[in-house]
């Protein structure tokens, strides 16, 4: 089955490739593979939310968005890449979490990214992966996450 066809199934329309905020490119092409950069939980062109996740946001709620990270990240990599079916499967996935000092539960966060990518990618979607707790991410954003495909 084809990933378009995935999508459809799954009834997931790709959110518009986010804007970048600084000097880079939302995804680069090289050696068969292709990098997107930080994405952030836009929808609709905004933050849905900002601060720590363990103070202002919940697990819970930073889970939801590490999913939208990833959905970014996949319509970055397929405008770079020619279309959503030039995407063969996940290589890597790097997972940020803004928390409080007392909450350790990024794994879980960074779930909702690995989580919705094996759905659309099935066994290609398993990957590699690095979920890290950071101080503060750009535009106090909770949550951000990178992911590098494997080109079809």
């Given at each position: 089955m084809?990933?378009?066809?995935?999508?459809?199934?799954?009834?997931?329309?790709l959110?518009?490739?986010a804007a970048p905020v600084a000097a880079y490119v939302p995804a680069v092409v090289h050696a068969?593979?292709?990098?997107?950069?930080g994405q952030l939980p836009f929808a609709g062109g905004a933050l849905p939310a900002t601060g720590k996740v363990g103070a202002e946001v919940t697990a819970?709620?930073?889970?939801?968005y590490?999913?939208?990270?990833?959905?970014n990240a996949v319509a970055a990599a397929a405008a770079a890449a020619g279309g959503v079916d030039k995407?063969?499967?996940?290589?890597?996935?790097?997972?940020?979490?803004?928390?409080?000092?007392a909450?350790?539960?990024?794994?879980?966060?960074?779930?909702?990214?690995?989580?919705?990518?094996?759905?659309?990618?099935?066994?290609a979607g398993l990957h590699a992966r690095a979920a890290v707790g950071v101080a503060v991410l750009p535009l106090d954003?909770?949550?951000?996450?990178e992911v590098t495909f494997i080109l079809a």
């Open positions: 084809s990933i378009a066809a995935r999508l459809n199934e799954l009834a997931i329309v959110p518009e490739v068969g593979l292709i990098y997107t950069s819970e709620d930073a889970k939801g590490a999913r939208t990270c990833a959905l995407l063969g499967g996940v290589l890597r996935v790097g997972g940020f979490v803004a928390s409080d000092p909450f350790s539960g990024q794994p879980g966060v960074i779930n909702g990214a690995s989580e919705v990518l094996g759905e659309i990618f099935g066994d954003s909770p949550v951000e996450v």
